[in-house]
Each structure stands twice: as C-alpha cells, then as structure tokens.
C-alpha cells in the first residue's frame, strides 16, 4: 500500500471539491497543498507570493484564482477565514480536533500568532452550555501589541 504525503485534510478537501463539480486544475492542487502544511492563517497575497517561490510550480497561480479557490473552499466549510484587522483577511484549513486554535494578532504590525489553552477550551464548553444557541464551533482572536512592538516602543524612550 502506498502512504499519502498529505493530511486527511487534503484527501477531505479533493474529494468535497470533486463531488462539488470543481475539477483538478493545477492551482487547486497547489493551493491545497500548501494549506495542507500551513500552521496557522495566512493572507491571500502570502499565498501568491509562496506558490510563486516553490520551486515545483511550472506556472505561477493567480491571485484571481487563489481567491476563487478559497472562496469555494470556504463555501465547503474547508478553510476558516479570519478578519484580522486593518481589512486583511487570512485563511486556514479546518481541521477541528486536536489542531484546533485561536490566534494572537498585533494591531501595530500584523504579526499573527497561533495559541492553544486547555482552560479556555473547557470554560468555552461550559459556556456554550449557558448561551441559547447549539455552538458548533468558537474562534477567538485577542488583539494587542506583540511582544516585538511593545519592546521596539520602549526603545524609543
């Protein structure tokens, strides 16, 4: 038997673009592909600029095309899409699970940060059991100043 190079992520997203009626087109294998390895949300621009540097592509994917693709992966429930502020928007895989995570987003620079906390978690679950309405999912994205803009404005003293 051969072993898959990619997540069940990537084989999940195939097939739901397959019974959709999207066809395998090179720039929808390259795109998920590279959310298949990403770790947290990039922007659609750092996916362009990514997909043109690999040194495998034989042609460079459009941003035209990769926003296609994401919308209709976001319309499959395949990818997350996340306002992170000053109107940038960043994608990512929806894994659930064991990969589950919220972000950190520094509103001086943009750097976005993945972070998991099992309390939070918990305390989300024992929320969710007090709201009127049957949570699915929960995302949580805290803003502030990282810890690289907070020492660069100490630095200007």
């Given at each position: 038997m051969v072993e898959s190079k990619h997540t069940e992520w990537y084989d999940r997203a195939s097939r739901?673009?397959?019974?959709?009626?999207?066809?395998r087109g090179g720039a929808r294998h390259a795109l998920l592909e590279l959310l298949d390895t990403q770790a947290c949300a990039c922007s659609a621009i750092e996916i362009e600029e990514t997909l043109r540097h690999r040194s495998h592509a034989t042609r460079t994917v459009s941003r035209a095309s990769i926003y296609r693709i994401l919308a209709e992966l976001e319309a499959l429930s395949l990818?997350?899409?996340l306002e992170v502020g000053q109107a940038t928007w960043r994608f990512e895989a929806t894994r659930g699970g064991k990969h589950h995570h919220h972000h950190l987003v520094c509103d001086r620079c943009g750097r976005l940060m993945p972070f998991a906390d099992e309390a939070l978690e918990r305390e989300l679950v024992r929320v969710?059991?007090?709201v009127p309405l049957a949570?699915?999912?929960?995302?949580?994205?805290?803003?502030?100043a990282c810890e690289r803009c907070t020492d660069d404005a100490y630095k200007s003293f």
């Open positions: 739901a673009l397959q019974d959709a009626g999207y066809r990818v997350t899409k969710s059991t007090r949570v699915a999912e929960h995302e949580v994205i805290l803003r502030g």
